[in-house]
T-cell receptor, first 120, second 112 residues
Framework: DTGVSQNPRHKITKRGQNVTFRCDPISEHNRLYWYRQTLGQGPEFLTYFQNEAQLEKSRLLSDRFSAERPKGSFSTLEIQRTEQGDSAMYLC??????????????????FGDGTRLSIL | GEDVEQSLFLSVREGDSSVINCTYTDSSSTYLYWYKQEPGAGLQLLTYIFSNMDMKQDQRLTVLLNKKDKHLSLRIADTQTGDSAIYFCAERRGGATNKLIFGTGTLLAVQP
């Protein structure tokens, strides 16, 4: 079973350019999450999909950010007109629809290695 | 507020036990997690605990939860140099949300 895969691992771009990242979740995980992590901080939630439906969005997700998961499998995160403050690690996670066997509904989130974005 | 707090740094000697502490704010939190992050990598899920439990043990890892004080700890027995990393606690709150709220992380340095 492969883990969560993110591409590219690193992206360097000039301010004002658009960038797009891709996340391939663990197969059969129907939930997919995007987080952003800046240096010295913990990850901050951006958005969450269940299948192809985007069910939750953070106020951090400005109108320059858009995330899609058109077929309920991989997801893309696009940032338009990048700014210096967008420099961060963008992490994707996925979780299973199944419980953990304790009669609960916990679905631990499993993370990819992230895409590090640097804005020049 | 949304703050999950952790101490910034912990240094231990190889073979000693490490205890990493975390306090959270929301009494409705259902699950609490510990993740490990090595340099340049993503987050590796270590363990988690359901809010109606007060202890969970998994090999070298022991999680203690004091729900009254909203305090969570991770004990690593027989700490090894390979345990050097940043450790994050995270809470998943009750209700419809599925997002995790992370602490700022504790850098664990293991001295040989």
């Amino acid at each position: 079973d492969t883990g969560v895969s993110q591409n590219p691992r690193h992206k360097i771009t000039k301010r004002g350019q658009n960038v797009t990242f891709r996340c391939d979740p663990i197969s059969e995980h129907n939930r997919l999450y995007w987080y952003r992590q800046t240096l010295g901080q913990g990850p901050e939630f951006l958005t969450y999909f269940q299948n192809e439906a985007q069910l939750e969005k953070s106020r951090l997700l400005s109108d320059r950010f858009s995330a899609e998961r058109p077929k309920g499998s991989f997801s893309t995160l696009e940032i338009q007109r990048t700014e210096q403050g967008d420099s961060a690690m963008y992490l994707c996670a996925s979780s299973s629809p199944l419980g953990t066997g304790f009669g609960d509904s916990n679905q631990p989130q499993h993370f990819g290695d992230g895409t590090r974005l640097s804005i020049l | 507020g949304e703050d999950v707090e952790q101490s910034l740094f912990l240094s231990v000697r190889e073979g000693d036990s490490s205890v990493i502490n975390c306090t959270y704010t929301d009494s409705s939190s259902t699950y609490l997690y510990w993740y490990k992050q090595e340099p340049g990598a993503g987050l590796q899920l270590l363990t988690y605990i359901f809010s109606n439990m007060d202890m969970k043990q998994d090999q070298r890892l022991t999680v203690l939860l004091n729900k009254k004080d909203k305090h969570l700890s991770l004990r690593i027995a027989d700490t090894q140099t390979g345990d050097s990393a940043i450790y994050f606690c995270a809470e998943r709150r009750g209700g419809a949300t599925n997002k995790l709220i992370f602490g700022t992380g504790t850098l664990l340095a293991v001295q040989p």
